[in-house]
């Protein structure tokens, strides 16, 4: 139930109750009017009465007045009209002495992105109740919002003190609080000032390495987890967090020989081996990262976190019936449980058991590969051929969440494209782009579906639009330069705009494809071979593969050729781009 009140007759009823108080008290000394004559006792009594009734008098004021701002800030709130409920609640909070309303008022205020109103409001909150922590907690981000990093010092001067029997002398409450704060040159700035108050505490070094890292500024971490390690050469947590910072830094071998020593050292402790795994993933060494994980599972065989990191491990390494056993565990324990039906279906599409995939798909529920599960259970009904079902589910998640309309149209679009429906993929992508005139991931799918059609004219308007909007849209430039190569003779065009994609990004398989292509194209067979065979080294894919065996065969190379179409072959056996590849030469 809504409350609503009309402002005028709040503003008018506090008046009137005041006018009825006032008039209590001037019938009290009416009534005195026909009393004997007042000895000094009585004077002294009327006098203490006067002074007291001029304090109700003052109290009722203030009590009606802020009873009046706290319901015209809440109202306003409830009315979306924050600028209005700030300033209600910053008087509100000046007039009274309950710390609970300068809370109130500086929670409101920052909500509303009123900074300055907000700190204010802290300030006073502070005033009544200066060994509260979330309001220095408050007063910090707050002061840092406002660009005043001395008060911003001060406060977290502040906070150190009221932490400083914590295990961590604080420090670790300050990385918590600062951690998530958007202006991250303004948290390493506020950390210079804070570190050189506490030169000689290594766990203020360690915090401010903990802020670099996470902010990727990775040499001003190294710089102060070594300085934290002079001050406190066994600091095992600084040690991984170096080890850690190197790895970013490209100096893998390093990093891995700190975290083996640490393992070394005190083998019983999980943190140290279940990092050292950590880094041996990301330097794809899966095989000794497995290991490692294995000892850390012994020691704790109920850690979900660790069965997690297996369970990925093996899938990464395509270990699927390993992955599925760790993947069934975790679902055992009740751990992990979205993810899991989520990898689960990956692993019954990779191994083409998709109605399987969708039984898993379809049980994502909640977590951040929901929209993805969806998704394919879309697209795996498709490659059932059931056309019309995929697109009812497309339809589905689209009533439930509009936001996702772009992706889902373009989704459907492929999905038709594929099945050879053009004209209804054409008729989805024209009813998105009038609902959402522009888009360039909508241009993009319409592009190619209008290249598949035929329709040149519209996949290069298209393109082009894309890229008066987005000159740099390295997809754009290297769809249109492969379109111009492959359907047109306008070859030094395709070359131009192929260029300025593959110097955006030099590595992408697809643009290493294209300018193969047009070299080609070109005539430029030599050239052409060394794009292409890199490309293929990235991402064996059936249409790069088919476009390197012809540069092969024409060169004289038809061995190399046919063994390359062979391979791509037995990968992808539906591939359009091998089959008339292979046609066209019949090797």
């Given amino acids: 139930m809504t409350l609503y009140i009309n402002r005028l007759r709040v503003r008018m009823m506090f008046p009137a109750m005041a006018a009825a108080l006032l008039l209590g008290v001037q019938a009290c000394a009416i009534s005195t009017k026909s009393a004997p004559a007042t000895t000094p006792e009585m004077a002294v009594m ?14 009722y004021r203030k009590s009606a007045e802020l009873m009046y701002l706290l319901l015209m800030a809440e109202v306003a709130a409830q009315k979306g009209e924050l600028p209005t409920s700030v300033q209600a609640y910053l008087k509100a909070a000046r007039l009274s002495d309950d710390p609970k309303i300068a809370e109130r008022a500086t929670r409101v205020a920052s909500f509303a992105r009123d900074y300055k109103s907000a700190m204010l409001a802290a300030e006073r909150w502070a005033e009544l ?66 570190v050189s108050n506490y030169s000689n505490n290594p766990h203020a070094h360690f915090a401010y390495a903990r802020l670099a890292f996470q902010s990727k500024q990775y040499d001003k971490a190294k710089q102060q987890v070594e ?30 020989e700190i975290m083996r020593k640490l393992v070394e050292r005190d083998p019983q402790t999980t943190s140290h081996r279940a990092s050292y795994a950590r880094l041996l993933a990301v330097a794809k060494r899966y095989d000794e990262a497995l290991r490692q994980f294995r000892e850390v599972l012994k020691l704790a065989p109920d850690n979900a976190d660790i069965i997690y990191a297996i369970a990925l491990l093996n899938l990464e390494q395509r270990k699927f019936k390993e992955a599925e056993k760790y993947f069934k565990s975790l679902l055992d324990k009740r751990k992990h449980v979205f993810e899991s039906y989520f990898y689960l279906g990956s692993i019954a599409e990779e191994l083409k058991q998709y109605s399987k995939a969708i039984k898993w798909y379809r049980q994502v529920q909640h977590g951040q590969n929901k929209i993805d599960a969806g998704i394919r259970v879309a697209q795996l009904l498709s490659r059932q051929k059931k056309i019309n079902e995929a697109r009812n589910y497309l339809h589905s998640m689209h009533n439930r969440d509009p936001n996702l309309s772009v992706r889902l149209y373009v989704v459907e679009i492929d999905i038709l494209a594929k099945a050879n429906q053009f004209e209804p993929a054409m008729e989805v992508a024209n009813r998105g782009l009038a609902e959402n005139p522009d888009n360039a991931d909508l241009l993009y799918a319409r592009s190619l579906l209008a290249e598949e059609m035929g329709r040149l004219d519209m996949a290069e308007a298209d393109l082009k639009k894309i890229l008066v909007q987005d000159p740099k849209n390295v997809h754009a430039l290297n769809a249109l330069g492969y379109t111009l190569a492959d359907r047109t003779d306008r070859l030094q065009e395709a070359y131009g ?53 012809e540069v092969l065969w024409v060169t004289g190379l038809k061995k190399e050729a046919a063994e390359i179409w062979s391979k791509a072959l037995k990968a992808n056996p539906d591939s359009v781009h091998l089959k008339n590849v292979l046609k066209r030469f019949n090797p």
């Fill in 46 to 59: 009327n006098s203490t009465r006067v002074a007291e009734s001029a304090a109700l008098d003052e109290q």
């Fill in 227 to 256: 300085a934290a390690l002079e001050l406190k050469p066994d600091y095992d947590a600084a040690l991984s967090l170096l080890a850690r910072t190197q790895m970013m830094q490209g100096e893998t071998d390093e990093a891995l």
């Fill in 129 to 194: 109740q200066p060994s509260n922590l979330d309001v220095q907690h408050s007063l910090v981000i707050l002061y840092l919002r406002n660009q005043l990093l001395d008060k911003a010092v001060d406060a977290v001067d502040l906070v150190l003190k009221m932490t400083a029997k914590s295990k961590i002398q604080g420090f670790g409450h300050l990385v918590a609080l600062l951690n998530n704060e958007g202006d991250k040159e303004a948290v390493l700035a506020l950390m210079d000032r804070v």
């Fill in 497 to 549: 705009y192929i260029s300025q994609a593959l110097a955006l990004e030099p590595e992408e398989p697809a643009i290493l494809d294209s300018m193969g292509w047009v070299l080609y194209r070109m005539g430029r067979a030599r050239e052409a071979t060394e794009y292409l065979r890199r490309a293929l080294k990235i991402m064996p894919d059936d249409e790069i593969a088919a476009h390197l065996g």
